[in-house]
Nanobody, 127 residues
Framework: QVQLVESGGGLVQVGGSLRLSCAASGRTISMYVMAWFRQAPGKERQFVGSITRSRDSTLYTDSVKGRFAISRDNAKNTVYLQMNDLKPEDTAVYYC????????????????????WGQGTQVTVSS
């Protein structure tokens, strides 16, 4: 069993930056594909990005490409989401997720792929 706890959310102005962290406990996440999803009020949970076990491949939804970056520190059992040039449409609750099985390409963007989820952290971008 893996427990995931997100942190780093908050209120930021348009064009600002935030770095979210996802701290894992219970098991090492080095063998897990890790991802970030987000959910805005009244909308379905949406894939943001993912990173493979070896950190050699990342995948992002089109709306965040070039602005967001996922990284992982397996030694610290932590995954990060660096968010730059934030826009009002980025406002959502952001969730960290872990996949204990293998996925590749667009397969890693499916919500059903992931086995463990954090409780989420709120990100609000004000204009």
């Amino acid at each position: 069993q893996v427990q995931l706890v997100e942190s780093g959310g908050g209120l930021v102005q348009v064009g600002g930056s935030l770095r979210l962290s996802c701290a894992a406990s219970g098991r090492t996440i080095s063998m897990y594909v890790m991802a970030w999803f987000r959910q805005a009020p009244g909308k379905e949970r949406q894939f943001v990005g993912s990173i493979t076990r070896s950190r050699d491949s990342t995948l992002y939804t089109d709306s965040v490409k070039g602005r967001f970056a996922i990284s992982r520190d397996n030694a610290k059992n932590t995954v990060y989401l660096q968010m730059n040039d934030l826009k009002p449409e980025d406002t959502a609750v952001y969730y960290c997720a872990a996949d204990r099985n293998y996925c590749s390409g667009s397969g890693c963007s499916r919500r059903t792929e992931y086995d463990y989820w954090g409780q989420g952290t709120q990100v609000t971008v004000s204009s």
